[in-house]
């Protein structure tokens, strides 16, 4: 089918909203996948490129454990999960939330993220119209949900995501897609320079390092996709979602202020806002300023 004659077909509201929600909560479940796995093959090619530097034998590890296999299965009992059990969801609710076979309760984190990726994928489709730009920001929202949830659970932006979002950004910009490419390219080297600039000073300000070399990668990325001039705004709101964030936990969760947040969460968050309302709150900022007036 063309491309036009496709988006044409999505416009029509009775296929558009199902296909993006089903769309979303199939990707969701894929999602949670790349979420668990992606980190544990990460950390076993480390351990043999480890082993062969020093010479010696690796531990000895399961065959074939990749994105695919082994199929999805109760962490608890190991029971397989049948496509039938495996419906995003829908399957959970049907369960009461427990595993088919021993009973255990299921994490309940696994239908939010199935249900996030429908929400935000249906914000996307919603705001952006059946259009070549949606169809490009719904694989770029799912990569933050993705990198946002890693980075929370093992505090790692794995290069795995955060390159080939980089270089997605740079390819899908020379066509002029989201943003003119010369703003993409200079997006990406100014989002990588101003975080690598901040973490040489404060490392030599007070001996520490504040963030990881992952972090300057995602806002490179974050550049590539929406151009250089999105990046104030993206690092203003990540600084501003991150304090909000990092107090509540504070006052909540009586957390310690000297454990380590990870920053890449918040510059997911504040890099998908800038694409979906960037430009909204700059012309409010400017207009609220007087700046615009000028």
Excluded at 106 to 120: K, Q
Excluded at 234 to 239: G, K, M, P, Q, R
Aim: charged share 10%.
């Amino acid at each position: 089918m063309p491309q036009n004659d496709f988006l044409n077909a999505l416009q029509e509201p009775w296929l558009y909203i199902p296909a993006i929600t089903v769309l979303g909560l199939m990707i969701g479940s894929f999602l949670n996948v790349v979420i668990y796995r992606l980190p544990l093959l990460l950390k076993r090619n480390w351990q043999a490129e480890c082993c062969e530097l020093m010479g010696t034998q690796p531990a000895e590890q399961p065959q074939d454990f990749n994105l695919a296999f082994p199929n999805s299965h109760c962490p608890q009992c190991k029971a397989a999960i049948s496509p039938l059990h495996n419906v995003p969801i829908i399957s959970y609710l049907v369960l009461g939330g427990k595993c088919h076979a021993c009973r255990n309760p299921i994490s309940i984190r696994y239908p939010l993220i199935e249900l996030t990726t429908a929400l935000l994928s249906l914000a996307v489709a919603w705001h952006l119209g059946a259009s070549l730009e949606m169809l490009v920001m719904l694989p770029f929202t799912w990569a933050l949900i993705t990198l946002t949830m890693i980075d929370a659970d093992t505090m790692l932006l794995p290069d795995d995501i955060t390159l080939p979002l980089l270089w997605a950004g740079l390819i899908i910009n020379s066509f002029g897609w989201i943003t003119d490419f010369q703003s993409a390219f200079w997006g990406a080297v100014l989002g990588y320079g101003v975080l690598w600039s901040v973490f040489w000073l404060f490392k030599l300000v007070t001996g520490k390092e504040g963030m990881g070399y992952g972090d300057f990668k995602l806002l490179a990325a974050l550049g590539a996709w929406l151009g250089w001039q999105a990046l104030p705004l993206v690092i203003l709101l990540s600084s501003l979602v991150g304090a909000v964030i990092g107090i509540s936990m504070i006052m909540l969760r009586g957390q310690d202020k000297q454990i380590p947040i990870p920053f890449g969460p918040y510059l997911a968050i504040a890099g998908w806002i800038a694409m979906m309302w960037g430009d909204q709150i700059t012309a409010y900022y400017l207009a609220a300023s007087g700046i615009s007036g000028q």
